[in-house]
C-alpha cells in the first residue's frame, strides 16, 4: 500500500516510530488526530505531510455537519489553523492548505458538494505525490552513474512521500535502470531516520546500504567512498535549501572534497518568495537529544539543543531536481523572477 | 579520587559504560583484566589507557613469581602484547609499554627489585599525568577569551586522563582563571561520550554545557554561536592528528568558517616518525551502530560501518596544545626534524 491512504472517510497510514521493529498501522476519521500524528513524526518527510495536511482537511470535509458554504469554509480554516501550528520548517503543509482551501472558495454549491470537491483534490495531491516523484526519479537518475556509491541523509523515500520517495526515488530509479548502485546512509539523530526508515526501505528493496554515525561522513569522504550526494528539503528558500539538522554538515564536507552535492524535491517545497532569513527553525523538545528513545543518556539536568533543520545555502549546492527537470542554483533564481 | 588509583596491587578505576547513570568501580589484579576493560571501554581516553596499560604491567610485576630478572621481563614482554592488540589507533599504551619495559631492562638486581621498578615507574606515569595536563591547561587557556563558547568533542576530562584532562582541562583552567566560558559537547556517536561523560563532568564542575548531536555541528557553527574548537587526540602523525570519530568533519566545518581548532594533547601521543597513511584505524563491532546500548535501531542484516578515530590533515588544525607549550603544525615539523 501507499504510506498514506483515503479509505471511506478513514486515512491511513503507518506510524513510523515504531518502525523498523513492528508494522503498526494509525487510522485516523479527526483533522486534529492527523496533527498529532505529524506533532509527533508519526507521519514525517516534507511531500508526506504535505498530503496529510489535505487529508486532514478532507477528513473536516467528509464530517461536517456544515450545510451552507461559508460554515464549511470557516471549519476548514479552523483545522488548518491547527495543521499550521504542528511544524512550522516544511513548506508542503503550508502549500496543500493552501491549494485546498483555494479549490474550496472556487467551488461551487452548498457545504455538500465543496466536501467532495475537498475530498477529490486531497485524492489528486495524493496521486500527484506518485506521479511527482516518478518524474523527479527520472530526471535525477541521468545525473547518477554505473558503479555509484550516493551518500544519503534522514529518509527520503516512500515513507517520506506518498509512495517511492525524492532523493531515494532517485536511487530507485537508477536501481530500476539496471545501474549498479550503493548507498552509505546517515543514521541521521537524533530520530534516526535513516537508521530506522532509510535502511529499512533499501534493505527491502534489495538495493546496497551501509548505514553511518552522522560523524563518519568526513570520514568516509575523506577515504573517497562517496560519489555522489542526494538529499530531499522541507523548505528551498531563494538562497538556501532547508532540511533536516546535518544536511548543511553534509553539504560543507561535499563542498570541500568536490563530491557534487543534489538536492530532490517537488516545486511544492519552494517557497521562492523568501529568504532564509525569513524562514523559521523548529526547535524540538531536548529530550529527544538527551534520551534515545524513553533512556536517557545524559545526565539529569543537561541543557540540549534541538533544532529539527539547518540551512544550506545555493553556494553548496550543485543542482535541484524537481519533477520538471534538475534545476540550478541560478536557475531557481530565473524561477523567481519570472 | 583519580580516575586510575593503585592500591597495593590492586588497580581501581571507574567504569566508564556505566556512567551517567551508575558509579561502578572496576578493581583489577591481572593485566588481562586491565586490557578486557579497554577494550570494552570500560577504561576509555588514550592518556589514561596509556597509563592504564602501565598499571597493567605492574600488576603483572607485582604478582610475578618470577625469581630472575629476565624471566619477569619475559612475562612483562607477554603482558605487553595482550595489551597492544587492545586498541590499535592510541599512541599511548605504546609509548607507556615502551616506556616500561625499556626502564625494567635497565634496572639492576633480580626480579623483585625490578618489579619494584616497575610499579614505581606506572606511579611516576600517573602522578606525571596529572601534571602534564595542568601544564596542557595553563597553556591552552591562553588560547581562550573571556565570554568565549567552545566547541569539544567526545570527551578529554579527567575521565579520559588520570585527573583533569586534556581539551577539557583546557576549558578547566579558563574557567579557574576566572574566564566565562561556555561548551558546546557533541554527543559522540556511537559510544556518546559527549552526552555521557562530558556533559556529566562539566556539569559536576559548574561550567555551562549545551549537548548537541554531532549533526548540528554546522548548524551552531553558521549560526556564529562557536568561538573556538578544542579536541583531544589519540595519535599525532607527522602530518594529521587522529581522533575520535567525527574530528575531522568538525575540523572541515571550522576551517570553512573560520573557527581556530585547536588540538590539546600530551607529548606521550606523538607518533612523529609516522604519517597518517601508516596509522592503523580501529574498526569496531557494527553493533555499536545498528544497536544503541542493546536496543536494536536498524533493521536486522543492515550493514554497518564503525572506524573509531578519523584523520585530520594539519591543514585544518590552528596549533596543538602541548605540556611543553602552544606548537604549530610548523613547530611539529621542525621537532621531528630535530
Known amino acids: 500500500m501507499r504510506t498514506i491512504e483515503w479509505q471511506d472517510g478513514l486515512v491511513v497510514t503507518i506510524d513510523q516510530t515504531k518502525l523498523p521493529s513492528e508494522l503498526v498501522y494509525l ?6 488526530e492527523v496533527a ?6 508519526k507521519l514525517r518527510g516534507a511531500p508526506l505531510i504535505g498530503v496529510a495536511a489535505a487529508y486532514g482537511l478532507a477528513l473536516t470535509a467528509y464530517y461536517s455537519k456544515a450545510e451552507r458554504k461559508e460554515d464549511l469554509i470557516n471549519e476548514i480554516e479552523q483545522s488548518a489553523e491547527i495543521l499550521r501550528r504542528t511544524r512550522p520548517t516544511a513548506m508542503n503543509p503550508f502549500w496543500a492548505i ?44 541521468k545525473l547518477i552513474d554505473d558503479g555509484d556509491t550516493v551518500l544519503t541523509h534522514c529518509n527520503t523515500g516512500s515513507l517520506a512521500t506518498v509512495d517511492y520517495g525524492t532523493a531515494l526515488g532517485v536511487i530507485r530509479a537508477a536501481w530500476e535502470q539496471g545501474k549498479t548502485v550503493s548507498v552509505i546512509a546517515t543514521e541521521t539523530r537524533p530520530k534516526l531516520q535513516g537508521a530506522r526508515l532509510t535502511a529499512y526501505e533499501l534493505k527491502r528493496d534489495g538495493i546496497p546500504v551501509t548505514l553511518i554515525t552522522d560523524s563518519m561522513v568526513g570520514s568516509v569522504m575523506s577515504r573517497q567512498m562517496v560519489d555522489k550526494v542526494f538529499v530531499g528539503a522541507d523548505r528551498i528558500v531563494r538562497d538556501a535549501v532547508i532540511n533536516k539538522i546535518g544536511t548543511y554538515t553534509i553539504a560543507v564536507l561535499a563542498h570541500e572534497h568536490g563530491i557534487p552535492f543534489y538536492v530532490a524535491a517537488p516545486t511544492s517545497t519552494m517557497d521562492l518568495s523568501h529568504t532564509s532569513n525569513e524562514a ?13 528513545f524513553s533512556r536517557r543518556i545524559a545526565p539529569e539536568g543537561v541543557k540540549a539543543m534541538n533544532p529539527a533543520f539547518d540551512v544550506t545555502p545555493m553556494k553548496y549546492v ?7 527537470g534538475v534545476l540550478s542554483p541560478e536557475d531557481l533564481k530565473q524561477l523567481h523572477e519570472v
Open 318 to 324: 550543485s543542482a535541484i531536481v524537481t519533477e520538471k
Open 36 to 41: 498529532s500524528a505529524i506533532n509527533d513524526m
Open 27 to 32: 487510522k485516523m476519521k479527526k483533522c486534529h
Open 280 to 292: 523559521v527553525i523548529e526547535e524540538r523538545n531536548p529530550e529527544e537529544v538527551t534520551h534515545f
Open 98 to 141: 493552501n491549494r485546498i482551501a483555494r479549490k474550496a472558495r472556487e467551488a461551487s454549491g452548498d457545504a455538500k458538494d465543496v466536501a467532495k470537491v475537498i475530498v477529490d483534490e486531497a485524492q489528486r495531491m495524493a496521486d500527484e505525490d506518485v506521479e511527482t516523484n516518478r518524474k523527479i526519479g527520472e530526471h535525477g537518475s
